[in-house]
């Protein structure tokens, strides 16, 4: 089992090693890289948008619940709803549903190209397999996943207001003056630097489980699979000590 | 020119060739036969460099393909093609897509050039110019392989692989799969290699046949030869039923 573990970390390198080569030419990984960015960008904008809403607005009302009785003011609800927000559920919650949806659909369109043999076949031109299939889908998801995590912050931000306002939980002047409180910037800093490092293990990790699948379709369900798990719990390992780091 | 020196591979267990010593010639068809299982697509792969030997060396010219560096082998692939038994062309693009995925990679043409470059390539393998527009998909199985081999010659290959070309297709339309490989062949002066079970195209266009039996060579030849050879397990290979073997005993009596 451990050294299972080991080989495959040791052939995950390998392959990024390989894939981040430079590119036989710009012009077909830029266009490929433009594909990506559509698919996972557009593609994913409307999931992302709808878990947002729900998460900033359970955050709202249960902390409402939660404070009720207690001398906090109410407008800690909005300081908490934006700082969680940023810090966690955008980046953290949005990459482990993409995970689910990109990463997925990378493993099973990379692995079904190695199962029908289109991967041999472009090996045999001279293409660079490792580098054309994977390194355009990661530099995709780096520009666009810090984009959708944004998105959802500010989504989650607004699904706060919806649940907290109407419902008479928060005042508005409280809601924005929480808001406003405490702000410091480095919380979005932080948000972008897990999107960045969760963006790369939610496109390399599925391209990884693909390229190297083998036998037949039941093969390729578990690879597809595996991808989504093992990106979940890279996704949460990093996500502990990238808090652990920037919180120091 | 590719010689193939002592290649052996095995799958754990499973010896699959133990020392293939062969040389493959400009302009000829040189053919692989062997049963099901024979190694055949094995062989082909190590060729090719998809798979690489236990043992063994195999020679580009006078070049050791697994000699060099990952930039030279790539180098090497430029001037290779190969048709796959399940002709493996792209499905999320179109037929003229596919044929010019080379020429995108590799050249610096124009789009004008590559596009008359596509249509050389569709109409020397004898396919109608509006396939292009098509996904390979709603192509036929002898059609797949044709654009198959239309991408495999777009950029004028020195080297031709095809595994089992007419696989799976009807004899008619598979003599004419092996006459049109043939031609480019000789037209091109192309080192082909191909993999095949099929009698018609042994006998039609085995200008360098190779028999493998059990991981060795059990025979080489060309197609006249396979008629006057004795070598028995040819025999049993070429003449498997019944009525052939009686057949070419009673040819050979007069
Ligand atoms: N990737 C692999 N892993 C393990 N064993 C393999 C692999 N590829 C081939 N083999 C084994 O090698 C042997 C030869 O297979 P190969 O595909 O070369 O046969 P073939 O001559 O091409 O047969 P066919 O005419 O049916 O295509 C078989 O016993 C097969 O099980
Ligand atoms: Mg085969």
């Known amino acids: 089992m451990n050294r299972n573990i080991l080989f495959h970390f040791g052939r995950y390198f390998i392959m990024l090693k390989t894939a ?37 607005a ?9 404070l009720g009785g207690t001398l906090v003011p109410r407008y800690y609800i909005g300081y908490v709803v934006r700082d969680m927000t940023i810090i966690e559920m955008a980046p953290t919650i949005t990459c482990l549903v993409l995970a689910g949806k990109v990463g997925s659909n990378i493993a099973a369109e990379i692995g079904g190209m190695r199962q029908k043999e289109h991967i041999d076949a472009m090996e045999i031109m001279g293409v660079n397999t490792a580098a054309y299939l994977v390194m355009p889908k990661v530099i995709a998801a780096l520009f666009v996943i810090p984009l959708l995590v944004c998105v959802a912050a500010f989504v989650g931000i607004g699904g706060g207001y919806i649940a907290g306002v109407p419902t008479g939980l928060i005042t508005a002047d409280e ?20 999107a960045v490092v969760f963006a790369f293990i939610l496109t390399s990790v599925p391209a990884y489980q693909g390229y190297y699948v083998q036998g037949g379709s039941i093969e390729l369900g578990k690879a597809s699979t595996q991808a989504v798990v093992y990106s979940n719990i890279l996704i949460l390992v990093a996500d502990y000590i990238i808090a652990i780091i920037m919180t120091l | 020119m590719i010689r193939a ?11 699959v060739l133990k020392g293939i010593t062969s040389d493959f010639y400009p302009g000829k068809t040189n053919l692989i036969i062997g049963r099901s299982g024979a190694g055949k697509t094995v062989l082909l792969k190590l060729l090719v460099g998809l798979l690489t030997p236990d043992v063994g060396k195999v020679f580009y010219g006078d070049v050791d393909f697994f000699g060099l560096s990952k930039e030279g082998r790539r180098q090497i692939r430029m001037s290779v093609g190969m048709l796959f038994q399940g002709s493996a062309l792209f499905d999320s693009m179109t037929v003229e897509e596919n044929i010019r995925f080379p020429l995108d990679m590799f050249t610096n043409m124009t789009r004008k050039e590559k596009l008359d470059r596509v249509d050389e390539c ?7 110019s509006k396939v292009k527009q098509i996904y390979p ?24 692989f095809c595994d089992e070309p007419n696989s799976g297709l009807d004899p008619k339309t598979a003599i004419v799969i092996d006459e049109l490989i043939h031609s480019i062949t000789r037209d091109n002066q192309i080192t082909t290699v191909i993999n095949s079970h099929d009698m018609n195209s042994v006998m039609e266009f085995g200008d360098n046949i190779i028999l493998l039996y059990d991981g060795n ?29 009686k057949l ?3 040819f050979l009596q007069g």
Do not use: C
């Not at chain 2, 569709?122 to 109608?128: A, N, S, T, W, Y």
């Not at chain 2, 025979?219 to 073997?245: C, H, M, R, Y």
């Open chain 1, 20 to 56: 981040f080569a430079r590119p036989e030419r710009w012009s077909m990984y830029y266009q490929e890289a433009m594909r990506q960015m559509n698919d996972i960008g557009i593609g994913s904008l409307v999931i992302v948008a709808l878990i947002s809403v729900f998460i900033g």
């Open chain 1, 58 to 66: 359970v955050t709202v009302v249960q902390f409402a619940y939660q």
């Open chain 1, 175 to 194: 809601y924005i003056y929480g808001m406003r409180a405490f702000y410091d910037s480095y919380n979005v800093f932080m948000m972008f630097v897990k």
């Open chain 2, 5 to 15: 020196v002592d290649l052996h591979k095995s799958f754990g267990e499973n010896e």
């Open chain 2, 122 to 128: 569709i109409e020397r393998v004898d396919l109608k």
């Open chain 2, 137 to 160: 998909s709603e192509a036929s199985g002898g059609m797949q392989k044709r654009i198959g081999i239309a991408r495999a010659i777009v950029l004028n290959p020195k080297y031709l």
């Open chain 2, 217 to 245: 060579l059990a025979w080489q030849g060309n197609k006249e030869e396979v008629l006057d050879t004795d070598n028995e397990i040819l025999q049993n290979f070429i003449f498997a039923s019944p009525f052939l073997q």
């Open chain 2, 248 to 250: 070419r005993k009673s």
